[in-house]
């Protein structure tokens, strides 16, 4: 039985070598009743542990027919593969997963072959373990190409005034410029655009994106993450000393990544992150000027949180004739909305490593930028989203796209997906 797979998303499990369920599980059960043949299931996959935790058979027994079936021909499935699982899985956990996700299930077991399957997988925890069981981790000299990529050795103290020499003025005329594109913006968008294309592309991502992307059990797709509930408006960003700041900071690193490192900034050198803080708090009072660009800006621009939760904010209103041709602005805001969704779905181990680098851009938005081109090519043949890919989906985010890009060619981009999805950041050569 073959798994849905993106043309590089191979994972460790071949074509044809997931085993179905059983096809006497319905005799058995006949024979038996439901309640011996989840004891001796449970038990089964349990494993030695098996009599250290109750069985779950209480709250099976409170669940209808049809979820009892599918948490059955469910164990069933992971024994039968239970030796492609990988090292790290476990038993204990995977039983009591399907017991706690038989209420939203999404496939019958009886007529949805492949889906029934890759749901199994996925919620119980096998796939996160099995998938990286197929993977190197980097060793030399990779090791030192990659060193060279997150660390590369400062060749002096930080010098904000340098900084502020080489960039405070490109940056504030870019930021002029971008202003001009809202100086006479278009009506705003169909409120339910946002929405029902939010809706869309996080079924795309959760189904069409390969095995990698849904296969965190505990992750955003897995545990209830409604991307159209969690979108909203730019116009409702917070502007706050806060939000300027981090708008500031995203602008900096994103247009200024050489003068960065010409001035000598390094992210993992203690005190520095602070002391570029502190530099743009000094620009922000000290130039009223730009203090307003930054707050113009806020309520066009793009902005999300770390972590599970948290609004994601999209721009909703067109900008002017400036910009662009108004038949881009769809296609822009799609990948803008692809892009956000990718960062929800980003580890907590994995954002945790992104401080680790000298340039946290390359973690934080390159690699994102680059699963998310991948994630746009891959819906071009989708019937609702194809017709809003960009015809450009290179990646962006200048130096720190291109570092993305070189660690995937060093790693694999299924050693980054490790990583990126499932928090297993040594197979890029990291260590929390």
Same mark, same amino acid.
């Given at each position: 039985?073959?798994?849905?797979?993106?043309? %590089?998303?191979?994972?460790?499990?071949?074509?044809?070598? =997931? +085993?179905?369920?059983?096809?006497?599980?319905?005799?058995?059960?006949?024979?038996?009743?439901?309640?011996?043949?989840?004891?001796?299931?449970?038990?089964?996959?349990? !494993?030695?542990?098996?009599?250290?935790?109750?069985?779950?058979? =209480?709250?099976?027994?409170?669940?209808?027919?049809?979820?009892?079936?599918?948490?059955?021909?469910?164990?069933?499935?992971?024994? %039968?593969?239970?030796?492609?699982?990988?090292?790290?899985?476990?038993?204990?956990?995977?039983?009591?997963?399907?017991?706690?996700?038989?209420?939203?299930?999404?496939?019958?077991?009886? =007529?949805?072959?492949?889906?029934?399957?890759?749901?199994?997988?996925?919620?119980?925890?096998?796939?996160?373990?099995?998938?990286?069981?197929?993977?190197?981790?980097? #060793? #030399?000299?990779?090791?030192? *190409?990659?060193?060279?990529?997150?660390?590369?050795?400062?060749?002096?103290?930080?010098?904000?005034?340098?900084?502020?020499?080489?960039?405070?003025?490109?940056?504030?005329?870019?930021?002029?410029?971008?202003?001009?594109?809202?100086?006479?913006?278009?009506?705003?968008?169909?409120?339910?655009?946002?929405?029902?294309? +939010?809706?869309?592309?996080?079924?795309?991502?959760?189904?069409?994106?390969?095995?990698?992307?849904?296969?965190?059990?505990? /992750?955003?797709?897995?545990?209830?993450?409604?991307?159209?509930?969690?979108?909203?408006?730019?116009?409702? *960003?917070?502007?706050?000393?806060?939000?300027?700041?981090?708008?500031?900071?995203?602008?900096? @690193?994103?247009?200024?990544?050489?003068?960065?490192?010409?001035?000598?900034?390094?992210?993992?050198?203690?005190?520095?992150?602070?002391?570029?803080?502190?530099?743009? *708090?000094?620009?922000?009072? /000290?130039?009223?000027?730009?203090?307003?660009?930054?707050?113009?800006?806020?309520?066009?621009?793009? #902005?999300?949180?770390?972590?599970?939760?948290?609004?994601?904010?999209?721009?909703?209103?067109?900008?002017?004739?400036?910009?662009?041709?108004?038949?881009?602005?769809?296609?822009?805001?799609? %990948?803008?909305?692809? @892009?956000?969704?990718? @960062?929800?779905?980003? @580890?907590?181990?994995?954002?945790?490593?992104?401080?680790?680098?000298?340039?946290?851009?390359?973690?934080?938005?390159?690699?994102?930028?680059?699963?998310?081109?991948?994630?746009?090519?891959?819906? *071009?043949?989708?019937?609702?989203?194809?017709?809003?890919?960009?015809?450009?989906?290179?990646?962006?985010?200048?130096?720190? !796209?291109?570092?993305?890009?070189? =660690?995937?060619?060093?790693?694999?981009?299924?050693?980054?997906?490790?990583?990126?999805?499932?928090?297993?950041?040594?197979?890029?050569?990291?260590?929390?």
């Amino acid at each position: 039985m073959e798994l849905t797979k993106t043309k %590089r998303d191979t994972g460790s499990a071949p074509a044809g070598s =997931i +085993a179905p369920a059983g096809t006497g599980m319905d005799d058995r059960l006949a024979e038996q009743g439901t309640e011996q043949v989840f004891r001796a299931l449970e038990a089964e996959l349990r !494993g030695e542990d098996s009599e250290l935790y109750p069985t779950r058979w =209480i709250d099976v027994a409170a669940y209808d027919p049809a979820a009892q079936l599918w948490i059955v021909k469910g164990l069933d499935l992971l024994l %039968r593969n239970a030796a492609a699982a990988g090292p790290d899985f476990d038993g204990v956990r995977a039983s009591s997963l399907l017991v706690d996700r038989a209420p939203e299930r999404r496939f019958d077991p009886a =007529i949805s072959g492949e889906r029934f399957t890759y749901e199994i997988l996925t919620l119980s925890g096998w796939l996160e373990t099995a998938l990286p069981a197929g993977l190197t981790v980097p #060793a #030399a000299p990779t090791l030192t *190409r990659l060193g060279g990529i997150y660390r590369p050795s400062a060749a002096k103290p930080f010098d904000p005034d340098a900084l502020t020499a080489a960039l405070l003025p490109a940056l504030t005329e870019r930021l002029t410029e971008q202003r001009t594109w809202w100086a006479d913006p278009a009506e705003p968008d169909d409120p339910m655009w946002l929405a029902d294309t +939010a809706r869309a592309v996080q079924s795309f991502v959760r189904d069409n994106t390969g095995l990698f992307t849904g296969a965190c059990a505990d /992750g955003p797709l897995n545990e209830g993450f409604a991307y159209d509930q969690d979108v909203a408006g730019a116009s409702a *960003r917070p502007d706050d000393d806060t939000s300027r700041l981090t708008f500031l900071r995203q602008q900096v @690193h994103l247009l200024g990544r050489a003068e960065l490192v010409s001035a000598g900034y390094d992210h993992t050198r203690m005190d520095e992150a602070e002391a570029l803080d502190d530099l743009l *708090r000094d620009w922000l009072t /000290g130039d009223p000027s730009l203090d307003d660009l930054v707050g113009d800006l806020l309520g066009y621009s793009p #902005a999300h949180r770390n972590g599970p939760a948290g609004w994601i904010y999209l721009p909703e209103r067109p900008p002017g004739a400036g910009w662009g041709p108004r038949e881009a602005w769809h296609p822009y805001v799609y %990948r803008l909305m692809m @892009h956000e969704l990718v @960062h929800r779905l980003a @580890h907590a181990r994995y954002i945790e490593a992104v401080d680790m680098v000298a340039d946290p851009q390359i973690l934080a938005e390159g690699v994102v930028d680059l699963l998310t081109c991948e994630f746009l090519e891959l819906s *071009r043949s989708h019937p609702e989203l194809g017709a809003l890919v960009p015809e450009d989906v290179s990646v962006g985010y200048g130096a720190s !796209g291109q570092a993305a890009a070189q =660690i995937s060619d060093l790693v694999g981009p299924d050693n980054v997906k490790a990583a990126f999805f499932l928090g297993r950041i040594e197979f890029l050569g990291l260590s929390l």
